[in-house]
């Protein structure tokens, strides 16, 4: 890993007046099932045309190569990428950005689940492996953090997980971040950037998501993390360098079968 952060120095640079052209790493946040928020994401592609897009969706050990052939036929993409059986919202909301960039590098950061079952029972750094201090895995968050990380995903899990189980919930996001964090250094190693990041938006916040563990490892490269709210309502939490709205999704209340019970 030593080499990676190493090497991006070469890439460092002057941010321009416009930060969608400034950025090396541009951290695009979405609202996983919303639509807008994927074509919103396809739009910045196509005006900054990274060389590499990282995606918090794809298994990184099971990207096939993703040449701009493949990506005129979105069915075949579609299929090569396994993408119906991986759990993510239709592929049609995703495969946009594919096409945006038809000549970017593809990167997967997904932490895949036998891995994350596996954190909750080692250390966070001896889970993440190689590379782990580098993101702040060896070391525990401050307690203000930690508490109100704790409360989030308590919150996410409609107030229904074990007070026990929190700190576990923790460490997986904080593991998804480090690799999120660490696809998108190989990736700006690899291609000399930009490199676009296409993950949930408590992944892009600034303060303590990916964009923040990048920062930690490679402090030099330049960031920008955008992030998406629905219906003009309050902004996404954490910091972000731009905030937009879309309409909402018609979605069910995730939490009425724990109420009804």
Not at 158 to 167: F, I, S, V
Not at 213 to 219: E, F, G, Q, Y
Not at 238 to 252: I, K, N
Request: aromatic share 6%; net charge negative.
């Amino acid at each position: 890993m030593k080499h990676v952060i190493l090497g991006l120095l070469l890439f460092a640079g002057p941010v321009a007046a416009d930060p969608l052209q400034g950025a090396q790493v541009l951290f695009l946040g979405e609202v996983h099932d919303n639509p807008a928020h994927h074509a919103r994401q396809a739009e910045i592609v196509s005006e900054v045309q990274p060389r590499a897009i990282v995606w918090e969706m794809l298994d990184p050990d099971a990207v096939p190569p993703v040449t701009p052939e493949l990506i005129g036929d979105e069915a075949a993409l579609g299929a090569a990428l396994n993408w119906a059986d991986s759990g993510w919202p239709d592929f049609s909301m995703y495969y946009p950005i594919f096409a945006a960039a038809p000549g970017a590098a593809h990167f997967g950061a997904q932490l895949p689940r036998g891995a994350a079952r596996a954190a909750m029972s080692q250390d966070l750094a001896e889970a993440f492996g190689d590379g782990a201090a580098l993101f702040g895995l060896d070391r525990p968050l401050p307690e203000e953090q930690q508490e109100r990380r704790e409360a989030l995903q308590m919150a996410a899990h409609c107030d229904a997980l074990p007070a026990e189980m929190l700190p576990m919930m923790v460490n997986i996001q904080r593991l998804r971040d480090a690799r999120l964090a660490m696809a998108a250094l190989e990736a700006l190693e690899a291609t000399g950037g930009p490199v676009a990041v296409i993950t949930g938006n408590g992944h892009a916040r600034k303060d303590w998501g990916a964009p923040a563990l990048l920062t930690l490892a490679a402090p030099d490269v330049a960031i920008l993390a955008l992030g998406q709210g629905e219906n003009g309502g309050t902004a996404p939490d954490g910091g972000f360098d731009l905030t937009e709205s879309a309409p909402p999704v018609d979605r069910p209340d995730p939490c009425e079968a724990f109420r009804a019970r």
